[in-house]
């Protein structure tokens, strides 16, 4: 059974998000599990402080290697090919072809940095490879874990019932009704979807088709 490892300080975050859906249903049928850890667990202070200020100076505070590192090594005794990934503004961009390898990958580790980022040594010396999944900076990496666990998930046999759509890239959709008033003026449906002309259905959808890779 595959694995995502989550190492996170707010770990509540992901409470919906794998309890919910077509993620939930996957780990019913064990198809993979997904294991969120509170980072603040390996810590060894009465405070479970798990940042501190950076050297040089600067706003803000970064977090700490020393909980990350055990954290990681914690999680990897059991398969010491898992991959960890760790987010960052300044990492590749992560696409469809990268979800498609990820999927092969029996255990993948995401690490979620907060607060002003991460210790560089983990991106250096601790994580196999840095993402990003756009160029924008967010509150944390939670949001990011979420994103790259759907569309890893996505790419598992079994988790969408029919595997095809899981692949396929994505062109328009519409349904009824075939006409409707919007801003003042009626909106229909293209003609060729209400033909039953299969071919040149398939001729629009692939025109009309964004390309994922």
Request: proline letters at 5%; glycine letters at 8%; a positive charge.
């Amino acid at each position: 059974m595959k694995r995502f490892d989550i190492i996170t300080i707010m770990p509540d975050l992901f409470q919906g998000f794998t309890d919910e859906s077509l993620l939930a249903r996957a780990q019913k049928k064990k198809i993979f599990k997904i294991n969120v850890h509170n980072l603040r667990q390996w810590t060894t202070d009465k405070h479970k402080t798990v940042d501190a200020k950076p050297f040089g100076g600067g706003v803000g505070m970064v977090l700490k290697v020393e909980p990350i590192l055990k954290a990681v090594k914690k999680i990897k005794q059991k398969n010491k090919k898992a991959r960890v990934i760790l987010f960052s503004p300044r990492g590749k961009k992560f696409d469809q072809e990268m979800a498609e390898r990820f999927a092969k990958l029996d255990q993948i580790i995401l690490i979620s940095g907060r607060y002003e980022g991460v210790d560089e040594r983990i991106a250096k010396h601790v994580a196999d490879e840095v993402i990003s999944i756009g160029d924008y900076v967010l509150l944390g990496g939670e949001v990011p874990s979420m994103a790259v666990i759907e569309a890893i998930s996505r790419m598992i046999p079994g988790v969408i019932a029919k595997e095809e759509s899981s692949r396929k890239p994505d062109h328009p959709q519409y349904t009824r009704p075939e006409s409707i008033e919007i801003s003042g003026k009626k909106r229909g449906v293209p003609k060729v979807l209400l033909s039953g002309d299969h071919k040149k259905i398939k001729e629009w959808r692939e025109k009309n088709t964004k390309k994922l890779r």
